[in-house]
């Protein structure tokens, strides 16, 4: 029998699961709630348990399999396989992973990060069509990003991919990461939220979007593009000026990578097509002519999937 | 005896030539002038019967050489080993380079771009420190770049590595490509004297630049720089503006790339510490932390010779 992949995808709140074929396709997936108690401790014996547990589920032995791959939040070394300050698991010391995975389980293990595995997954499985050459910007509470060149995944010496902190605006809003104008600033679930309050102080006009803001309502990021797609005036306006920043990054993105598929995934990219033929517009208006001729702005296709799909891929180097 | 290498670095006025041994040391240098007359027809017989007139000179035979490695201007194709559009060699159709320098030396035969066979050679003998990351910028008459990730240059779809067309300022000065605000419109040595010329314009105070141009004398960044070092105040905001470009650059590079280095050669690079200081104040204000900490801005080191080594470096694939 082909041996299979087991892909895990390690989030904040879910730790998902996969067993795929050494083809990328699915054939047994689960989840489980992530225990963030006690810094972050029951994690890893979680994730070791539930594999183990579905393994004898399903009749299968760790020979069966060429190996784990999984993504994670925060700092990965690869090499190591350890992870160090994903605040989002209280995991804020640095975790052997890796270590504890293959003693748990007895199947060799990969990790990279979270942002890295989606986009692994797109590209093999999803928008990216396995090219050699994509891209992947998610847009999601932040803006994150993978890049795969001559079919790798870049990691420079520590944290390539960091789209979401390419400057689109010198001086613009203050980032997390204590720059000025960052994308993520403009173009995450939160950022839209901010243009549009900022935007909405000035806007004189007849908009539900600027009557919600002024009530005191709840804004989503989905609310604004919603309300955008209905025509309105202010929601329209934010909508502009997030596509305008994100098409600009696509094109020096673009500019410097020259990938086949720009691919854009994360919540944010719901909105569609919506989204992309704004964002799309800006980038032509901002690529090299080689580059806007030969790379294609694309939404990602596999949703939630993309994690353990892309994580699973990382075992493949085990064959 | 160790196999050698050959390295052509092919320019519109000169063609250079080196024999290298495979850890890269020139042993044998020498040029000829490019004849681009009769639509360039003359330059590839010409680079022929200099290999072979050089390897009967010093009674070399095609066994003893791993490969010649070339640096073209134009568009590239590596897989055919032709070139397309090299306007400053006259080339304006298809030239098969490959077929006929392997016909006519029998030594095989592999090429790239000139900016990134520039980079292979600063990352391999120069300023790179053969680190597997290193992104190398030029800042000539235009701007070029060459990026290496995973130790291998990153050629994208067609035209990875186009630093000089990042867009630094929407709506701003337009480029040759047609789009506006591209680097290579405020870094080149001509974009330095484009913006002196502009902010000369609105200049009030004392300077001997604003003078000169006012006075109709031909300008160039050579001596934008000189007089900025020498505390000439326009010549300052001239320097300052450029390098705040070249460092919101590097800092967008940095921060989707993070390479070990990002090197600046080219002519303009010549201005040395003083260029890269500014540069650099700029990089680090405009870069992701991780990357600030990580990346390293460095002045070329070869000079000249970056192009013969690195072409030469291609032909290492050989081996």
Redesign the interface.
Known sequence: MDKKLIGVDLGGTTIKFAILTAEGEIQQKWSIETNILDEGTHIVPDIISSINHHLKLYNMQPEQFIGIGMGSPGTVDLEAGTVIGAYNLNWKTLQQIKKEIEKGTSIRFAIDNDANVAALGERWKGAGENDN?VAFITLGTGVG?G?V??G?L??????????G???VK?NGYLCT???HG?LETYASATGIVRVARDFAEEFAGSSKLKQMLDDGQEITSKIVFELAKKNDLLGKRVVEQVCYYLG?AC???G??????YIVIGGGVSAAGEFLLKRVDKYFR???????EK??TLKLAQLGNEAGVIGAASLALTFE
Chains 1, 2 share one sequence.
Request: glycine residues 10%.
């Open positions: 050459e990003g890049l060149s001559n790798k870049l990691h420079g010496v520590k944290a390539a991919g960091e789209v902190h390419m400057i010198p990461c204590g720059n960052c600009l094109a020096n993105l500019n410097l990578l020259n990938p086949s208006e901002f690529a090299f002519p080689v580059v030969t790379t």
